[in-house]
């Protein structure tokens, strides 16, 4: 069973316009969820995250945005750059024995078109 | 602070041959994982330290594969016997107490033939 979902597989946006990466959950115990990136040949690198306490959090030109009620978070790019041509992961993590246990989507591969 | 350095970066061997990968974490995070990709999917988590305590490991996680953490600072993961099926990437990753943040390393990328 997925815990976490990004029902998109790929994206495509023009440079300078929004990018907006979607991912759905299924536990409403996650304590933080996360957003990495990751270019190809590469470990994920982290970009952004959100505590379950919050319903919004910016960063530059990113903001990740959170809908407890419907179990759903964003990621808003804007203005998108050729170099966040890359995959995205969710990932939600609950705090378990003693540890933060993390959950990752399967990605969205996002192309930022010049 | 020089992030999750991995090695080797890329590993190719013959099924049924024995491998093993290093991870160094940041240097005062106490908390490493061990991750495996595949095309397509999320990293999927294998197993997890506090220190040089293994405190968990993923259904995921057969009897060829082992972790370790001898001194609580670098670990090593060893595949034994390896089969086609374990060609993947492998991640690194590591956290200090308390945070939310995980930090990846590079991954290394294995191929068994």
């Known amino acids: 069973d997925q815990q976490v979902k990004q029902n998109s597989p790929s994206l495509s946006v023009q440079e300078g316009r929004i990018s907006i990466l979607n991912c759905d959950y299924t536990?409403?115990?996650?304590?933080?969820f996360l957003w990495y990136k990751k270019y190809p040949a590469e470990g994920p690198t982290f970009l952004i995250s959100?505590?379950?306490?919050?319903d919004k959090n910016e960063d530059g030109r990113f903001t990740v945005f959170l809908n407890k009620s419907a179990k759903h978070l964003s990621l808003h790019i804007v203005p998108s750059q050729p170099g966040d041509s890359a995959v995205y992961f969710c990932?939600?993590?609950?705090?378990?024995?003693?540890?933060?246990?993390?959950?990752f989507g399967t990605g969205t591969r996002l192309k930022v078109l010049a | 602070d020089t992030g999750v350095s991995q090695d080797p970066r890329h590993k190719i061997t013959k099924r049924g041959q024995n491998v093993t990968f290093r991870c160094d974490p940041i240097?005062?995070?106490?908390?490493l994982y061990w991750y495996r990709q595949t095309l397509g999917q999320g990293p999927e988590f294998l197993t997890y330290?506090?220190?040089?305590?293994?405190?968990?490991k993923s259904r995921l996680l057969s009897d060829r594969f082992s972790a370790e953490r001898p001194k609580g600072s670098f670990s090593t993961l060893e595949i034994q016997r390896t089969e086609q099926g374990d060609s993947a990437m492998y991640l690194c990753?590591?956290?200090?107490?308390?945070?939310?943040?995980?930090?990846f390393g590079s991954g290394t990328q294995l191929s068994v033939l």
């Open positions: 990753a590591s956290s200090a107490a308390g945070a939310e943040k995980l930090f």
């Open positions: 330290f506090q220190n040089e305590a293994q405190l968990e």
């Open positions: 536990n409403s115990m996650f304590d933080y």
């Open positions: 959100i505590s379950s306490i919050k």
């Open positions: 240097s005062e995070h106490n908390r």
């Open positions: 990932a939600a993590s609950e705090w378990a024995s003693g540890t933060y246990k993390y959950i």
